[in-house]
């Protein structure tokens, strides 16, 4: 089965500061999507990032970015600028031909 | 609608009463997800339907947790005779088709058993 797993459950970062959240995965299939979701306290979750295996370039929405390492099934999430904003639970996924998997969340505070 | 609506938005309940929690995603999405989320917890897939069958219920965590899906629109899930633990947010998300990449997400049931 596959797993996702994000170390750190608390990340805190200055106002306009760039800070990266890490997410590993397990998978032994070769097609498959990754994904950041943000969750404010309105519990929505929002999709902020999103990476297609097949792809080697890693994908950039605006502030967002991801460093994706296939070989290291690594897929971590970079916020550049960061704005009060961005203060939320960030969510890695994973996406094969089965179920969307979830991570544990990161919390991340932003101190202005 | 214009986003996948859920009802209600917060749901308290005394232990041993049933409870229903409903999902009604955008219109024309044929793929429908439950998922939990407790306190602090990443979010614990329950079942998946397409339209009106559900080929995955893999994470219904007992037989007290059911589904349905009707018209391949509106979802209910039924817990039964609630328990304490089942206090958590009961998130649900609809896409196109089940390998559509983006998941619409609702704003979830907080539900809480006494």
């Known amino acids: 089965a596959q797993t996702v797993t994000q170390s750190q459950p608390e990340m805190s970062v200055q106002e306009a500061e760039t800070v990266t959240l890490s997410c590993t995965y397990d998978?032994?299939?070769?097609?498959?999507?990754l994904f950041w979701y943000k969750q404010p306290p309105s519990r929505q979750m929002i999709l902020v990032i999103r990476q297609e295996a097949y792809k080697q370039q890693n994908a950039t929405e605006n502030r967002f970015s991801v460093n994706f390492q296939k070989a290291a099934k690594s897929f971590s999430l970079k916020i550049s600028d960061s704005q009060l904003g961005d203060a939320a639970m960030y969510f890695c996924?994973?996406?094969?031909?089965?179920?969307?998997?979830f991570g544990q969340g990161t919390r991340l505070t932003i101190n202005p | 609608g214009a986003g996948v609506s859920q009802s209600p938005s917060n749901k308290v309940t005394e232990k041993g009463k049933d409870v229903e929690l409903r999902c009604d995603p955008i219109s024309g999405h044929t793929a429908l997800y439950w998922y939990r989320q407790s306190l602090g917890q990443g979010l614990e897939f329950l079942i998946y339907f397409q339209g009106n069958s559900a080929p995955d219920k893999s994470g219904l965590p007992s037989d007290r947790f059911s589904a349905e899906r009707t018209g391949g629109s509106v979802s209910t899930l039924t817990i039964q005779r609630t328990q304490q633990e089942d206090s958590a947010v009961y998130l649900c998300?609809?896409?196109?088709?089940?390998?559509?990449?983006?998941?619409?997400f609702g704003s979830g049931t907080q539900l809480s058993v006494l």
């Open positions: 996924a994973y996406r094969g031909a089965q179920k969307l998997v």
């Open positions: 998978t032994s299939e070769s097609d498959y999507y």
């Open positions: 998300a609809s896409s196109f088709r089940r390998y559509n990449e983006k998941l619409f």
